[in-house]
């Protein structure tokens, strides 16, 4: 009788040693499956169509800074840190920083390198649409599609449009001015 | 009546102050005189057969330019026997724009074999008379009895990485139809492109 119960005491417990060693390997792919889907990399790197930065800009429940650039943009590159500053610092505000990488290559690869190298925090949309001219209006009808711009929308629908590049204190600035 | 006087006085202010973003389809270009690549001026006026300009503002240094210098070289080649020069005008601050200096446009134009004008508009003064705010931007004017009509504004055509698929030909199609003396289709379109680096704005 007791021998019975020991044997299936220590059977459960086979069981409970079974069961904790198979989640801790469960839990080793899962990290390894995160690590591989770039969860615990700088940011997320999501491939768009227009349709969807549409729906994100249509009624924003925080103040939306979209900026518009590009790898092979200069002055893009020299404002991206005022953006992860912001995005950083104010938490009312959310950065969408929109390539336009697409235009000249359509693998986004060069853009997500770019990303982890540069430890960007920010979210980084790739916007995969073909015909500029079809769409550009569709953004903002004062954008010229020049790089950069960058778009501010408020919850309350205001919008303001800047092109060219932005300097330091700029955006904050432009925050507070549309929100005003 | 008088909050109408007060109306009126605020609206004409803000007329005053609104300021003029470049040419418009439709507008009469005035003409300009630029320095060529080769050290020579260049006016419209030098083209006393031309029925028209494809003036494109371009740079040396913009991926969108690179993308397009050789659908570029094929419009002049097409177009000028036709009566229809290709003028490219560099519309960036070297100041502003690295690899931009009239130094570097004549490299540039050799290294190109380019056998149209290659412009250095040093005092800006073109750029902000057109409203080019992107390179490559193209402004294709049509003579008429009135000057040098603006007849298209925008891009070559809508596909930047792939000349071979890209489906429509603005430039071509808007120079087609005023050399067929029909109209032209479409007459603005937009591109995304480098910021044409302007001083002082």
Redesign the interface.
């Known amino acids: 009788m007791n021998f019975t119960i020991l044997n299936i005491l220590s059977r459960q417990s086979y069981i409970v040693v079974l069961g904790s060693e198979s989640i801790f390997i469960l839990m080793k792919y899962l990290l390894l499956f995160l690590c591989f889907t770039g969860f615990f990399s700088a940011s997320a790197q999501e491939v768009i169509r227009l349709k969807e930065l549409q729906e994100r800009m249509a009624s924003p429940r925080q103040t939306l800074v979209i900026n518009f650039w590009?790898t092979?943009?200069?002055?893009c590159l020299k404002e991206i840190p005022y953006f992860e500053t912001l995005s950083a610092k104010n938490k009312n505000v959310k950065v969408l920083l929109v390539s336009?990488d697409y235009?000249?290559?359509?693998n986004p690869e060069k853009v997500k390198k770019f990303v982890a190298r540069k430890k960007i925090h920010s979210t980084v949309l790739i916007l995969a649409e073909?015909?500029?001219?079809?769409w550009?209006?569709k953004i903002d009808k004062d954008?010229?599609?020049?790089?950069?711009a960058t778009l501010l929308i408020n919850p309350n629908g205001k919008r303001k449009l800047i092109?060219?590049?932005l300097h330091e204190g700029d955006l904050e600035k432009l925050v507070n001015e549309i929100n005003q | 009546m008088k909050p109408l006087i007060v109306l009126l006085i605020v609206s004409l202010m803000g007329l005053s102050f609104t300021e003029k973003k470049g040419y418009d389809v439709g507008d009469t270009a005035t003409d300009f005189k630029l320095k060529n690549t080769n050290g020579k001026m260049v006016s419209l006026a030098d083209y006393p057969n031309a029925k028209g300009f494809i003036i494109i503002f371009d740079c040396n240094t913009c991926?969108?330019s690179k993308?397009y210098n050789s659908r570029i070289i094929a419009l002049s080649k097409k177009y000028t026997p036709q009566n229809f020069p290709v003028i490219l005008i560099n519309p960036n601050s070297p100041e502003l724009a690295?690899g931009e200096s009239f130094d570097a446009m004549v490299k540039h134009a050799k290294e190109k074999k380019y056998d149209f004008p290659y412009l250095y508009d040093e005092t800006q003064e073109t750029v902000r008379q057109f409203g080019a705010?992107?390179t490559p931007h193209v402004f294709v004017l049509n003579k008429t009895s009135n000057g040098m009509m603006v007849a298209y504004i925008?891009?070559i055509d809508?596909?930047?990485?792939n000349a071979a698929k890209a489906?429509?030909h603005?430039v071509e199609d808007a120079v087609n139809s005023l050399l067929a003396g029909k109209e032209i289709t479409v007459t603005k379109?937009?591109?995304?492109?480098?910021?044409?680096k302007i001083k002082n704005?």
């Open positions: 590009a092979w943009c200069g002055p336009m235009d000249l290559d359509p073909d015909n500029p001219s079809s550009i209006d954008w010229t599609g020049a790089l950069p092109q060219g590049e | 991926p969108v993308a690295k705010t992107n925008g891009a809508d596909n930047t990485r489906k429509n603005f379109t937009k591109a995304v492109g480098c910021s044409v704005i």
